[in-house]
C-alpha cells in the first residue's frame, strides 16, 4: 500500500520552487562554471584516467552534491520553520519508510544520503560510461553534460533533502 505524504499548498509551493526550481539553476550555473574552470583550454576530457576526468567527477558530483546540499539546506529549512516561512510535517511517520531511514542526525544525513545517490546514480553513469565504449568527450558536450547532470541530480534530492528537515525540525527547534 502507498502511503502519501499530506503537505499543504505551502509546504509543495516551498519545495517545489525553493528546493527544486532553485537548486536546479544554482547547479546548473555552478558545475557548468566549475567545468569550465577546469577543463577549459582542452579539446576534449578523457573518460577515465587518473587526472581529471569525465568518469571520477561525475561520481564525485553523485556523492558531494547531495552531501553538500545536506549540509546546506537542511539548516536553512529548519530555520524557515522557526521564523514560519513553512511549516514542519506534523508527523514523521507518515513518510514512507525508505525515507524515515534518512531521519537521522545532519553529518550521519549527509554522508548516507551521498553514498546512496553514489550507489545509484553513480553507478548508473558509471554503466554508461564504461558500456559506452568512448575514451573522451569533447569540452562543450561535457560542460553541457556536466551542467545539466547537476542540475537534475540537485533538483532530485533537494526537495527530498527538504521533506527530511520538514519531518524532523520539531526535533531540533528546542536545540
Keep these: 500500500m502507498h ?51 569525465a568518469g571520477p567527477d561525475t561520481l564525485g558530483t553523485c556523492f558531494f552534491l547531495p552531501a553538500l546540499t545536506c549540509l546546506i539546506v537542511t539548516p536553512i529549512v529548519r530555520r524557515h520553520v522557526r521564523i514560519g516561512t513553512v511549516e514542519p510535517i506534523a508527523e514523521p511517520r507518515a513518510l ?43 569540452i562543450v558536450p561535457f560542460l553541457w553534460f556536466k551542467a545539466s547532470f547537476a542540475a537534475v541530480l540537485g533538483a532530485m534530492v533537494t526537495p527530498v533533502i527538504g521533506l527530511l528537515a520538514l519531518a524532523d525540525t520539531t526535533s531540533h527547534t528546542s536545540h
Design 3 to 53: 502511503a502519501m505524504i499530506d503537505l499543504s499548498p505551502k509546504q509543495r509551493h516551498y519545495l517545489l520552487l525553493g528546493l527544486c526550481a532553485v537548486p536546479f539553476a544554482l547547479n546548473f550555473i555552478i558545475n557548468g562554471i566549475t567545468g569550465w574552470g577546469m577543463f577549459h583550454g582542452t579539446g576534449s576530457v578523457p573518460v577515465w584516467g587518473l587526472g581529471s576526468s
Design 96 to 138: 514512507p519508510p525508505w525515507l524515515r531511514f534518512f531521519l537521522r542526525p545532519l553529518a550521519v544525513r549527509a554522508f548516507v544520503l551521498g553514498l546512496s545517490c553514489l550507489s545509484i546514480a553513480g553507478g548508473l553513469v558509471a554503466v554508461i560510461l564504461l558500456g559506452g565504449g568512448f575514451t573522451e568527450i569533447g
